[in-house]
């Protein structure tokens, strides 16, 4: 199992972050040792003082595919969650100065909490999903799928382009703005409308 991640999805994030509108999907990947699932809590690593939460919508890939053509994309995800990609902003910008890969900043242990997945078809419409993350009680992103500049469709035809989709890998569809610091003490919750979908804390 594999996680797919995508940048700069959402045109309000990437402002917020001084990045430009990306032309393509900006693609990234996180290892199987980065998820981290059931609510367990998540821990502050030594290597950062600046760990960042990013709230995405998590596609499933339930099938195996390549070279997959955008009308047919939506054949392969069968399932919808939440995931926060925690991100070492520091490590990252000290590498985007550099002109280097993100992995260091991206991929490290625990990286990728995930939420509980829900059938897709219990969704009424995945082009205007509403999802929420609230620290300490107060909302801090709430995005809509409705604002992304890559459809799923899009990112999964895109991707397979260049690596092979398979039953189990995860899809981060990227994050609207609102992000930022997490500190020890915190407890994050996320929705998809009514229904939560995370619920642990920062240690």
Request: charged share 25%.
């Amino acid at each position: 199992m594999k996680v797919i991640a995508i940048g700069r999805n959402y045109a309000a994030h990437a402002k917020e972050l001084n990045n430009p509108l990306p032309s393509s999907p900006v693609i990234f990947l996180k290892p199987d040792t980065a998820v981290l699932k059931d609510n367990k809590p998540f821990y502050l690593p030594d290597f950062s003082s600046d760990i960042h939460y990013e709230l995405e919508v998590v596609l499933k890939v339930c099938k195996e595919g390549k070279h997959i053509a955008e009308k047919f994309a939506s054949n392969y995800f069968d399932e919808v969650g939440l995931g926060i990609d925690f991100t070492a902003r520091d490590i990252q910008n000290i590498h985007k100065e550099k002109g280097l890969p993100w992995e260091l900043a991206k991929s490290f242990d625990n990286s990728a909490a995930i939420s509980h997945f829900i059938p897709k078809n219990k969704i009424a419409d995945l082009n205007d999903l509403q999802f929420e993350l609230k620290i300490n009680g107060e909302t801090r992103q709430n995005g809509n799928t409705r604002n992304i500049l890559f459809s799923f469709e899009k990112i999964i035809s895109f991707v397979s382009q260049y690596i092979t989709l398979k039953k189990g890998d995860l899809i981060f569809t990227g994050t609207p703005e609102g992000v930022g610091q997490v500190h020890q003490g915190d407890k994050l919750e996320a929705w998809i409308g009514e229904e939560q979908f995370l619920n642990f804390d920062i240690k």
